[in-house]
């Protein structure tokens, strides 16, 4: 609280994205680090651009992919490849992380626990395979109807619901990624909403139906973390992105 309340007259500042960028991604920017822990809440409203660039980025190759002749469902999972290494899976990870823990601890000391242990268990593996396949077939049908545009706004939209979560709800633990970030003030949340809805209304074809649908799913892991941990992690964020994401592709395949 007393870093916030120290940087609270400069609520925005551009060198808060590339410390958005530096946690979010394995972009290559250079981060003031003093600056980037002192602000690292505040940051939080440019999630959206992380996605935006990393969506850009993703577009690019579909395009170019396209215009090679490369069939679309070879450009799909190229796409899938080309996010994961772009973000280091680090969401992908969140997510398989969430999987074993919520489902395989009985207590909520257990399922942190699980959820900090570096091995992957059955329900890790089923989320990424389940995940990946999803985002695999949705992308094929989305890009078959749309071509690679609206890759731009799923990325922007799907990191919305993480400033929200970061937010809303406590720490369930007292250290680690989401504890060490901390909360957003209100107008954070705000301003990383209206970005990733600009960005959507402006690059997708069913804007309203995905942010329905990013608002749903944002509101159901809530609910589920509250239930199985008590509040939010690195983790939590992570996967809320991944589901997000899978619930946007298939508004658009569908």
């Known amino acids: 609280m007393k870093g916030n309340e120290r940087n609270r007259p400069d609520l925005f500042d551009l060198r808060d994205i590339l410390a958005a960028v530096g946690l979010l991604s394995r972009l290559p920017v250079r981060v003031d680090a003093d600056h980037a822990m002192a602000r690292a809440a505040f940051a939080t409203w440019s999630y959206p651009i992380v996605g935006l660039v990393i969506g850009g980025l993703q577009a690019t190759l579909a395009t170019i992919l396209i215009w090679l002749g490369v069939p ?28 074993d823990g919520f489902w395989g601890g009985y207590t909520i000391e257990r399922r942190l626990e699980i959820m900090k242990d570096s091995q992957i268990g059955s329900y890790g593996t089923l989320a990424l395979i389940m995940s990946t396949g999803l985002r695999w077939g949705a992308l094929w049908l989305a890009l078959a109807a749309f071509g690679p545009l609206f890759l731009v706004a799923t990325a922007a939209l799907s990191r919305v619901g993480m400033v929200a979560l970061m937010y809303a709800l406590p720490n369930a633990r007292p250290s680690g990624l989401a504890a060490s970030v901390g909360k957003p003030e209100p107008i954070h949340v705000g301003a990383a909403a209206l970005i990733g809805i600009v960005v959507t209304i402006v690059f997708a074809p069913s804007p309203i139906m995905m942010m329905i649908a990013a608002g749903l799913v ?12 008590n509040g939010t992690t690195g983790d939590v964020l992570g996967a809320t992105q991944q589901l997000t994401e899978i619930s946007l592709l298939i508004v658009l395949a569908s």
């Not at 799909?76 to 994961?84: D, F, N, Y």
């Not at 944002?218 to 941990?229: E, S």
């Open 72 to 99: 679309v469902p070879l450009v799909a999972g190229l796409i899938l490849a080309a996010g994961m290494i772009l973000t280091g899976a680090l969401h992908e990870d969140g997510l398989a992380d969430c999987a």
């Open 218 to 229: 944002t509101g159901a892991v809530a609910l589920i973390a509250m239930r199985k941990i």
